[in-house]
């Protein structure tokens, strides 16, 4: 662990100095992440959407989701994805401290956010907020595996152990490798995360339709 370590101050100083979300916000991994979500929303009839950790706003740009709610840690980023979508009175971006006034959502989303939380505590809050705001599904696109990593803000976990021991209601209902799986020498066009799809257990819907996008 990065003792000492902000996440929450690493990214509001990041988007405050004009930074981005990162390359999983570009490109090709940004288009296979886009395509994979407005797949789930079209062919299961999802009507909300929570986006735990919105970043920038390049996914949200993207989805087709009738209705949409984005938080994230940082005032900065949010404040920028509320002017920039304006027009867009189908969204909505709060500060994370504001969660409670985010509604439940067909489908709570946790992209390349969970091996950003190096503190425990921030770790565990996100799942418990996740899965208690999602009705129907959860997808959390991360890596799931302890291993180090140079970089303070990125901490990896077997984070699929914590779901099940805390989340006894939910299913993993489908784990989606990544078209792009990391290579270090091209970093910015290959991720380490995958895909995790989970369902509330004995579900109606448990038929849920996955598009797997083409590489």
């Known amino acids: 662990m990065n003792a000492g370590f902000s996440s929450a101050a690493y990214w509001e100083a990041r988007y405050g100095g004009g930074g981005t979300s990162g390359s999983g916000s570009r490109g090709r991994l940004l288009a296979c992440k886009a ?10 009839g999802i009507g909300s ?6 970043g920038d706003g390049e996914l949200a740009a993207l989805l087709e989701a009738p209705a949409y709610v984005g938080l994230d840690v940082s005032p900065t ?8 979508f304006a027009g867009r009175t189908h969204m909505r971006f709060l500060t994370a401290d504001r969660a409670a006034e985010a509604p439940p959502a067909d489908l709570a989303l ?3 956010v969970i091996f950003h939380l190096v503190e ?8 418990a907020l996740l899965f208690a705001r999602a009705r129907r599904y959860v997808l959390i696109y991360s890596s799931n595996a302890e291993q180090g990593w140079p970089s303070l803000h990125v901490r990896h976990r077997r984070f699929t152990e914590a779901v099940a021991a805390t989340q006894p209601g939910w299913r993993l209902l489908a784990h989606l490798p990544n078209p792009y ?22 579900a109606a819907d448990d038929g849920c339709v996955v598009r797997v996008p083409a590489a």
């Not at 980023?77 to 920039?84: D, E, G, L, Q």
């Open 35 to 44: 395509a994979l979500v407005n797949g789930l929303i079209a062919e299961n």
């Open 120 to 127: 425990d505590a921030a770790f565990a809050a996100h799942l």
């Open 181 to 202: 799986p990391f290579d270090p020498a091209r970093p910015d066009e290959t991720s380490f995360a995958d895909f995790f799809l989970y369902g509330r257990t004995g």
């Open 110 to 112: 946790s992209l390349d």
């Open 49 to 54: 959407v929570l986006d735990l950790g919105c």
């Open 77 to 84: 980023t949010v404040a920028r994805c509320a002017a920039r």
